[in-house]
Nanobody
Framework: QLVESGGGSVQAGGSLRLSCAAS????????MGWFRQAPGKEREGVAR????????YYADSVKGRFTISQGNAKNTVYLQMNSLKPEDTAMYYC???????????????????WGQGTQVTVS
């Protein structure tokens, strides 16, 4: 089970921090990612990270503004979102797949586990 939190409404230029906590899984290491979907648009990858350590990956649209990180507990990841823009408005989803190959896991259909999403609105 993946549970997201931290969404909300913010003015352009503001910041939000999303959290994703995983529970009930037997494996310790996952590729965990954040995706977003705006109304009428396809779900797109935002950022991903391997919880066993390694380079995080970002969509070009969020590079330099968003940071994905892992909590002290390996089953928690965060998405720090700074300099938010109206085009960042979307439902944000946490996703996970049992794989160390995070570099190749950019598409939503490569993930097995999903949270219910948290809304981010930037005005």
């Amino acid at each position: 089970q993946l549970v997201e939190s931290g969404g909300g409404s913010v003015q352009a230029g503001g910041s939000l921090r999303l959290s994703c906590a995983a529970s009930g899984y037997t494996y310790s290491y996952y590729c965990m990612g954040w995706f977003r979907q705006a109304p009428g648009k396809e779900r797109e990858g935002v950022a991903r990270i391997y919880t066993g350590g390694g380079t995080p990956y970002y969509a070009d649209s969020v590079k330099g503004r968003f940071t994905i990180s892992q909590g002290n507990a390996k089953n928690t990841v965060y998405l720090q979102m700074n300099s938010l823009k109206p085009e960042d408005t979307a439902m944000y989803y946490c996703a996970a797949v049992i794989s160390p190959f995070c570099a190749a896991r950019s598409a939503s259909n490569q993930y097995n586990y999903w949270g219910q999403g948290t809304q981010v609105t930037v005005s």
